[in-house]
């Protein structure tokens, strides 16, 4: 299966055709949505949508030799926050239903 890519915009077209609610409004909301979930994430609390999944942060541990893939240059990373998602029942469910091309 080929990768699709959805886009902001393409989410907000699809809420200002189903809803008949201003394109600009809907714009606004969707991006406050966004920077409540990033607010949330910053203050390390978890983001539970039911249905949908959850994103919380995880704490990466740090190291001391880590290794630019680019310029090869060798590095260390302290330890830091990022962004996991695991998907809710309801989510992995659907996924589970996607028929499997063979090729």
Avoid: Q, W
Avoid at 26 to 41: M, N, P, R, S, T
Avoid at 88 to 102: D, T
Wanted: aromatic letters at 4%; charged letters at 35%; glycine letters at 6%.
């Amino acid at each position: 299966m080929a990768v699709k890519k959805v886009t902001k915009n393409e989410i907000v077209d699809r809420i200002h055709a189903k809803s008949k609610i201003e394109r600009k409004v809907v714009l606004e909301v969707f991006e406050g949505v966004i920077e409540e979930f990033k607010d949330a994430l910053k203050d390390c609390a978890t983001v539970e949508l039911r249905g949908f999944g959850t994103l919380e942060p995880r704490l990466r541990n740090g190291r001391s030799k880590a290794r630019n893939p680019r310029t090869g240059e060798v590095l260390s990373v302290a330890p830091h926050y990022v962004a996991a998602f695991r998907a809710g029942n309801e989510l992995r469910s659907a996924l589970m239903e996607i028929p499997v091309e063979k090729n």
